[in-house]
């Protein structure tokens, strides 16, 4: 335990020691609520102010974003660099040394989820209920799994980091737009709506949002739940069997 | 030397391996053997590509053979994998450290993933022995090449090894830190720890490598100390010298096996070095010419890469 406990610690470090990282994953988030709230300052969607309804969007992609994007880069990052052929020298079991890496994520998602709606409270006087805030940690949980699959399976089949990094970013800008995260769904053209709605970032959206602004769970909560699981596994499944411990020659 | 001192540590038994790119599939090593004795430094020297890295790799167990075996202590590495690398001591060719933390958090972070959990006292006096104290809270990404190098050998006996692999430790490295290196490699072997290292240096093996096997295009061509390897080619030492005589005439000096002009340069291969000199100088005073920049070089195992292999570690 305590061999865990070193190494979820030592990743953790070494992945908010990143100058980058603490941009991206603190900084960005905070400033896009910013950007929102002067666009869309009289904005109601849902009977809902905009902020209300924008907030738990922005939770979520700021989740996508740490997994499919910095995730994703970081542990392209070890591969290239060589950390991952060090670790795997070894003896600790590859098993391991993924759950540290999986705790990690899901802690420093945690965290910023925190910052986001924290800051959306002190700022925007951004409201919701304990039950809701309590149904919706499951639901945040789930995001960071889907999220992380997601990240994994492009970092372990993009040959260098920086595709990985244009692949994330690609699947992120995607499903920002398109996903009723910070734009609403009846904003899309009818064509686009139903494809959308099969995406990863609709699902969790909804299973995110619910809670934080109504108190309670998804509608489609089975729907939803098995869509990301789906995403889930096949996304894991990819990235188990395109892992590599070192950059390709 | 007792029975202990001689026994092999790291048996590795007819192994052949491959190595994919994107463009092709490499034949790494064909039918490698080797034994490498408790308590010494073997070196595996080579050029890029020799195929080094890759048995270096087999030995760790991060590299499955496609055929053979290797053995550590006696336990297979493919089967006992984990218990394997336990025993080993590990800095690969790039230092390959997390550069986000702090020398002192990676000597405990890497102790700690071989089950050993470092108290403050032992990471200062680690971080002394490689002196590194002054970089204890310094991220490795801010410290030069030789630190790293000297924080990655920290790293490797951190958790006391019997077994150092090291895979080429001072490459890139400036004479200073390079030196630096040699002394704390010097200082595993006084330990008592066995040390494996590759290196494409000839004065490295040379000066650190109690045995050498010569490596070429995946095979192991010679294995011996890098006395005995020099002494068994039979090459000549050479004698040189900047001066303009009749190449037939030099040919009949004492002790001349081989005579050649390269540039201004006289080279002559010679068994009876002060014997050839002696004529050489009164070949010079006949034709009344002067001898100049004259050296003896003794055979070195470049020569012995040379003549094993047809080309030099520099051309290749």
Redesign the interface.
């Known amino acids: 335990m305590?061999?865990f406990w070193?190494?979820s610690?030592?990743?953790f470090?070494?992945?908010v020691?990143?100058p980058q990282t603490l941009f991206w994953n603190l900084v960005f988030p905070v400033f896009l609520l910013v950007i929102y709230r002067v666009v869309f300052s009289s904005g109601v969607i849902n009977d809902a102010d905009y902020m209300t309804w924008v907030v738990p969007g922005v939770v979520v992609l700021n989740i996508l974003s740490f997994g499919m994007i910095g995730g994703s880069a970081f542990m392209t990052q070890?591969r290239e660099?060589?950390?991952l052929?060090?670790?795997?020298?070894?003896?600790?079991?590859p098993a391991m040394l993924f759950s540290a890496y999986v705790v990690v994520n899901l802690v420093a998602c945690l965290m910023q989820t925190a910052l986001v709606m924290a800051f959306a409270r002190v700022a925007f006087q951004w409201t919701t209920t304990l039950t809701g805030l309590l149904i919706s940690l499951p639901m945040i949980l789930i995001a960071v799994i889907v999220s992380v699959a997601l990240g994994q399976c492009i970092s372990s089949l993009a040959?260098k980091q920086n595709t990985a990094l244009v692949v994330g970013q690609l699947f992120y800008f995607l499903q920002m737009f398109v996903a009723g995260l910070v734009l609403p769904f009846e904003m899309l053209p009818e064509w686009l709506q139903n494809p959308a709605r099969l995406l990863p970032a609709y699902a969790v959206g909804e299973l995110v949002r619910t809670p934080l602004m109504d108190g309670h769970l998804s509608n489609d909560l089975l729907r939803n739940v098995l869509l990301v699981v789906t995403y889930t596994v096949i996304a894991g499944l990819l990235a188990t069997r395109f892992f590599r411990?070192e950059a390709?020659? | 030397m007792n029975e202990k001192a001689t026994e092999n540590v790291i048996e590795v038994s007819q192994i052949s391996a491959h190595y994919k790119t994107a463009k092709q599939r490499v034949n790494a090593l064909n039918d490698v053997n080797l034994r490498v004795k408790r308590g010494e430094i073997f070196g595996l020297l080579g050029p890029n590509g020799a195929g080094k890295t890759t048995l270096l790799s087999c030995i760790q167990g991060l590299h499955r053979p496609d055929a053979g075996s290797v053995t550590v202590a006696g336990l297979d590495v493919v089967k006992h994998d984990a218990q394997v690398k336990r025993m080993l001591g590990v800095q690969l060719q790039r230092t390959a450290l997390m550069d986000g933390l702090k020398a002192a958090e990676l000597i405990e972070a890497y102790a700690a993933l071989y089950d050993t959990f470092l108290t403050r006292e032992q990471i200062h006096s680690l971080l002394k022995r490689f002196d590194l104290v002054d970089q204890a809270n310094k991220l490795a990404r801010q410290m030069s090449g030789g630190q790293q190098q000297r924080l990655s050998l920290a790293i490797a006996v951190s958790t006391d090894p019997a077994i150092v692999l090291l895979d080429e430790p001072t490459e890139a490295l400036d004479p200073g830190a390079r030196r630096a290196v040699w002394a704390m490699i010097r200082e595993f072997k006084e330990q008592g720890r066995t040390v494996v290292l590759t290196t494409h240096s000839m004065d490295e093996a040379e000066s650190l490598c109690g045995r050498v096997a010569i490596m070429d295009r995946g095979r192991v061509v010679a294995c011996d100390t890098p006395q005995q390897l020099v002494a068994g080619m039979g090459i000549n030492p050479m004698l040189k010298g900047t001066i303009e005589l009749p190449l037939e005439q030099v040919r009949r000096l004492a002790g001349a096996a081989a005579v050649r002009y390269t540039g201004e340069n006289l080279e002559i291969e010679t068994a009876q070095p002060a014997a050839t000199l002696n004529a050489l100088y009164e070949l010079a005073g006949k034709h009344g010419r002067t001898l100049r920049d004259v050296a003896i070089r003794q055979p070195n195992l470049e020569d012995v890469y040379l003549k094993l292999t047809g080309y030099s570690l520099n051309q290749s």
Do not use: C, D, F, N
């Open positions: 305590k061999r070193i190494l610690r030592s990743l470090l070494s992945y020691r990143e070890m660099s060589g950390v052929r060090r670790l795997q020298a070894t003896p600790t079991p040959p411990w390709k020659q």
